[in-house]
């Protein structure tokens, strides 16, 4: 991997697959923009990937500090980065809440949808001139939007025509509550939003490439505190954080993935590398289309 090369992404605690993504990426030679909510985060967790690998130099790794859920936040947050860094090659949506009931932001959006959904859109919007830029003097850019196999407990039929249609309470499901339900419904944005990217990128000319992908079944903070006690067991044989970011690392930086662009671009990856066909509402383009046009809505009224 060329050094130079700058990274945000969005993760920082060191059990999380975010982090062990950042990790390689940096221990490879990259430079890194760890995204966290404070500076405290950030650092913590620049510190112990520095302790755990020396030769990580102290300019390969840098906060990137916003609040996902914050739309403005994070948009301004990105214009500052757009001031001082001249290229920007992979950009990895990871950050995530995994399961929340409805709660609404100030803007009527509930946030784990807001965090999961717009904060990737709103950080992907403004950070476009910089992908481009980058696209024009090196292919093969990279948009990877971590996304998760809980979009397929969704019943037919959802729409993203509305912040309502955002807000919408669902069922639990045999492997869930309801909040799981809606965190799926989260996920589902994260697939079709990758797959819409892919087409805007090629519309426009852009040399990038846009994927989603399920990191795989993996023991984080996150999944250890929502893992039920009878399911202990099966939640023992999960996968580690480090391997969770295997699927990311490949989407990101594997060659192939760029040179076959016709097969990857805007696919969904599973564990590790395979491109598995979406199925049901994750196979609407047509949603892909109404949930951009929607969320560019949205986001212009929040920002205007
Ligand atoms: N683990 C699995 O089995 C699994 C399976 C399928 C998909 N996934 C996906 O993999 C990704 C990572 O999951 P994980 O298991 O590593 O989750 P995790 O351990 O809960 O970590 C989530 C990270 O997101 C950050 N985050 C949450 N809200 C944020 C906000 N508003 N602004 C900035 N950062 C925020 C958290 O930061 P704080 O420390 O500040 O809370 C935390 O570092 C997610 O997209 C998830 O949907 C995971």
């Known amino acids: 991997m060329a050094t130079g090369q700058s990274y945000p992404r969005s993760h920082s605690s060191s059990n999380g697959i975010g982090f062990h993504t950042a990790y390689q990426l940096a221990s490879h030679g990259a430079k890194v923009y760890i995204g966290a909510r404070s500076d405290e985060k950030a650092e913590a967790a ?18 990137f500090i916003a609040d996902l859920g914050d739309l403005r936040a994070v948009t301004s947050a990105a214009q500052n ?7 920007l090659d992979i950009l990895v949506h990871n950050a995530a809440i995994l399961s929340m009931p409805v709660v609404l932001d100030s803007y009527g959006i509930s946030v784990a949808f807001a965090t999961n959904h717009f904060g990737p859109f ?6 476009l001139p910089l992908l481009k830029k980058t696209a024009e003097t090196s292919p093969g850019v990279r948009v990877v939007t971590v996304s998760a196999p809980a979009y397929k407990l969704l019943p037919p039929g959802i729409r993203f025509d509305s912040v309502t249609s955002f807000n919408i309470e669902l069922e639990p499901t045999q492997i869930g509550d309801a909040a799981f339900t809606r965190y799926g419904l989260s996920k589902l944005a994260n697939l079709l939003f990758a797959r819409q990217l892919q087409k805007n990128f090629d519309e426009e000319g852009i040399k990038a490439l846009s994927v989603s992908l399920h990191p795989g079944l993996i023991k984080t903070d996150g999944t250890i505190k929502m893992v039920r006690p009878e399911n202990q067991q099966a939640f023992a044989q999960r996968m580690s954080p480090p391997d969770g970011a295997l699927n990311t690392l490949f989407a990101a930086t594997n060659p192939e993935v760029w040179e076959k662009k016709e097969k990857f671009g805007g ?7 395979k491109i598995e066909e979406p199925i049901g509402n994750g196979a609407n383009d047509k949603l892909a289309t109404e949930l951009w046009a929607t969320s560019e809505e949205v986001l212009h009224d929040i920002l205007t």
């Open 81 to 87: 980065l757009l001031t001082y860094e001249s290229r």
């Open 46 to 63: 620049i510190r112990q990937m520095r302790t755990s690998n020396p030769a990580i130099s102290a300019d390969k790794l840098h906060p």
């Open 267 to 273: 696919a969904y990856l599973v564990p590790h590398g």
């Open 122 to 127: 709103a950080l992907t919007k403004a950070l």
